[in-house]
Nanobody, 113 residues
Framework: QVQLAESGGGLVQAGGSLRLSCVASGIAFSFADMEWYRQAPGMQREWVARISSSGFKNYADSVQGRFTISRDNGKNTVVLQMNSLKAEDTGVYYC???????WGRGTQVTVSP
């Protein structure tokens, strides 16, 4: 059974930081490309960042230079370090195992102005 469990969300003031984690089970994690998405209220889900199985990283323009994606294959975990947060970063953050097409349930991030 494939499971992706996000954690680490919360309420933070603009300019602050949060560290999101996603623990995967039921997949060959080290071979999976992993992504983070987010969805603001009333908006479509948008792609945030991706890390390939080999460690290559891509970021959305809106988070480039502020967010860092990383992975720990020994712990089946992908992390999104978010710095210099802005109010527009508010939303539910989801992780996704690309090759498996599975999503986690998400973790809420709220950034107060």
């Amino acid at each position: 059974q494939v499971q992706l469990a996000e954690s680490g969300g919360g309420l933070v003031q603009a300019g602050g930081s949060l560290r999101l984690s996603c623990v995967a089970s039921g997949i060959a994690f080290s071979f999976a490309d992993m992504e983070w998405y987010r969805q603001a209220p009333g908006m479509q889900r948008e792609w945030v960042a991706r890390i390939s199985s080999s460690g290559f990283k891509n970021y959305a323009d809106s988070v480039q230079g502020r967010f860092t994606i990383s992975r720990d294959n020994g712990k089946n975990t992908v992390v999104l370090q978010m710095n210099s947060l802005k109010a527009e970063d508010t939303g539910v953050y989801y992780c996704r195992a690309v090759q498996y097409g599975y999503w986690g349930r998400g973790t809420q991030v709220t950034v107060s102005p």
